[in-house]
């Protein structure tokens, strides 16, 4: 069984939430989430609340019939979302633009027992 979640316009570059959705990747969810307590990224909150999130969803689909402990993290991608056009005023008269990203993150969480299976 699988379960999904989305996180959409997150206001962070998707180059500094990639770095962290590499760690969890392939990983059991809490061997996941443990590892995003002790990261000292600011993408790990809330790509941990991302997951569970996904747990969540999935103890919901399932109607309490999933086993927790046997989920694991199939596949989580980050794509660039929207960005916001920003101005910083430069010497003479001069305007440089900023680009502000934002991220769209995705988790697939998968029952360990069914993927051996298939």
């Known amino acids: 069984m699988e379960s999904t979640a989305h996180l959409r316009n997150l206001r962070m570059a998707p180059r500094k939430v990639a770095v962290v959705a590499s760690l969890v990747r392939g990983k059991p ?3 996941a989430l443990n590892i995003l307590k002790f990261t000292k990224r600011a993408a790990a909150v809330p790509v ?9 969803n999935a103890t919901d689909q ?9 989920l694991f ?11 916001v056009r920003r101005f910083l005023a430069r010497a003479m008269g001069r ?5 502000k990203k934002s991220s769209h993150v995705h988790v697939v969480l998968a029952d360990e027992s069914k993927s051996k299976k298939s």
């Open 73 to 83: 993290v199939k596949t989580i991608s980050v794509d660039q979302g929207a960005s």
């Open 95 to 99: 305007a440089t633009p900023v680009k």
């Open 29 to 31: 969810v809490e061997a």
């Open 48 to 56: 941990a609340k991302l997951i569970r999130s996904a747990v969540a």
């Open 62 to 70: 399932s109607k309490g019939q999933v086993d927790v402990d046997r």
